[in-house]
């Protein structure tokens, strides 16, 4: 089965300082790959997607993500946090149920920004 | 873009009512819908999956009977939650894909959260 697993539950930095939020992931095939961000009482935004294609993935909001098959690994970075990267992230995995492939999601990183 | 709406957003009612969350396509047909439940904090669990005119596909845990999921048009999926009781408090979040091609993306709502007071 897909499944993926966010190494920290909560990640602090301070403002302007790099962003680094960790995610393996586990898979018997080829996988696809989201990183997705939830703001408080809010649905989901994708971020980005690695789908076989380059693996470094150029998201929305500076933030970028590579896909290293040997680690099985897909962290997600930025270089500069700002305030209002505060959220939930989420990495997501695509799975295999009866053929309908629902995305399977990680349990989440929260990360804070500190002024 | 492909935008999902979900309906209502917040709702709140007394225990033993039963609850509809609706969810809606607006710029494109949904062969295929989920749903996800979110407990505070936690991630999200995929409750169920369905296609357009057929019966929905249930996750281990998930009663059937106490969350009836109708797919009938390509643009409309409803989650009911019969007999809702407070451990039924949760954030249900849908999410619709424009086949059963993994190659779609899976586009979100904004979520309902349900307080069963």
């Known amino acids: 089965a897909q499944s993926v697993t966010q190494l920290d539950s909560h990640v602090s930095v301070s403002e302007g300082t790099p962003v680094l939020l960790r995610c393996n992931y586990s898979?018997?095939?080829?996988?696809?790959l989201f990183w997705y961000v939830q703001h408080p009482n809010k649905g989901l935004q994708l971020l980005l997607k690695?789908?076989?294609?380059?693996?470094l993935v150029k998201g929305i909001n500076g933030f970028e993500a590579e896909f290293k098959k040997s680690e099985t690994s897909f962290h997600l970075t930025k270089p500069s946090a700002h305030m209002s990267d505060a959220a939930e992230y989420f990495c997501?995995?695509?799975?295999?149920?009866?053929?309908?492939?629902?995305?399977?999601f990680g349990k989440g990183t929260r990360l804070s920004v500190i002024a | 873009g492909a935008v999902v709406s979900q309906h209502p957003s917040w709702v709140i009612c007394k225990s033993g009512t039963s609850v509809k969350i609706e969810c809606r396509s607006l710029d494109f047909q949904a062969t295929t819908m989920f749903w996800y439940r979110q407990f505070p904090k936690q991630s999200l669990m995929l409750m169920a999956t369905?296609?357009?005119?057929?019966?929905?596909?249930?996750e281990q845990g998930v009663e059937k009977d106490k969350f009836l999921i109708n797919h009938a048009s390509l643009t409309l999926s409803t989650l009911t939650v019969t007999s809702a009781h407070p451990e039924d408090s949760s954030f249900y979040i849908c999410?619709?894909?424009?086949?059963?091609?993994?190659?779609?993306?899976?586009?979100f709502g904004d979520g309902t959260r349900l307080s069963i007071l």
């Open positions: 999410s619709a894909r424009e086949s059963q091609s993994s190659n779609q993306p899976q586009h």
């Open positions: 997501v995995v695509r799975g295999f149920n009866s053929g309908n492939t629902p995305l399977v």
């Open positions: 369905s296609n357009e005119g057929s019966k929905a596909t249930y």
């Open positions: 898979s018997s095939y080829s996988p696809s």
């Open positions: 690695y789908t076989s294609a380059a693996t």
